[in-house]
């Protein structure tokens, strides 16, 4: 499963690293879209400047799935731009459309990814959490083994 879980972390960062760098320094042509509702939500995101957020946060995350820095949180926060690549590539440019693979890929290498690393967020499923000082133990059996 260890292996498996590696060659989902290349391919997502295969993606997310390249289409990050491009960007911020041209290696290929950016794909505007060829439908005109696709077209629209590029050219506005890529107005408002969002689209260098979308891109920064994709470099991000590529480059935390190979490091494995910050690896949980860079899934998470990368979970609304790979839904909105998913969208983009699919319900915009057309859903039987090559575009529409690489939307999917994208969308379920980070949904595998997540679940991979599900023991990261258990806590965040915490059905009654108190809140806590930074530096003190989680539980009463953690402040035991401190003192």
Request: proline letters at 4%; aromatic letters at 14%; hydrophobic letters at 65%.
């Given at each position: 499963m260890k292996?498996?879980?590696?060659w989902v972390?290349?391919?997502?960062?295969?993606?997310?690293?390249?289409a990050g760098i491009n960007h911020f320094y041209p290696l290929f042509p950016q794909p505007?879209?060829?439908q005109p509702l696709s077209r629209e939500l590029f050219l506005a995101l890529r107005d408002s400047?969002?689209?260098?957020?979308?891109?920064?946060?994709?470099?991000?995350?590529g480059?935390?799935?190979i490091t494995g820095y910050y690896l949980p949180l860079a899934l998470v926060l990368c979970m609304p731009v790979s839904f909105c690549v998913w969208y983009w590539d699919t319900a915009l440019q057309g859903w039987w459309t090559?575009?529409?693979?690489?939307?999917?890929?994208?969308?379920l290498c980070n949904l595998a990814l997540c679940l991979a690393y599900l023991d990261s967020y258990r806590s965040m499923f915490t059905?009654?959490?108190t809140p806590?000082?930074?530096?003190?133990?989680?539980t009463a059996v953690d402040a035991e083994a401190l003192s």
């Open positions: 292996h498996a879980i590696w972390r290349l391919i997502f960062a295969a993606w997310m690293i390249p505007l879209g060829n400047h969002l689209f260098d957020l979308v891109k920064a946060v994709e470099l991000i995350a480059l935390s799935v090559a575009s529409a693979i690489y939307g999917w890929a994208v969308l059905l009654r959490a806590r000082w930074l530096g003190s133990p989680a």
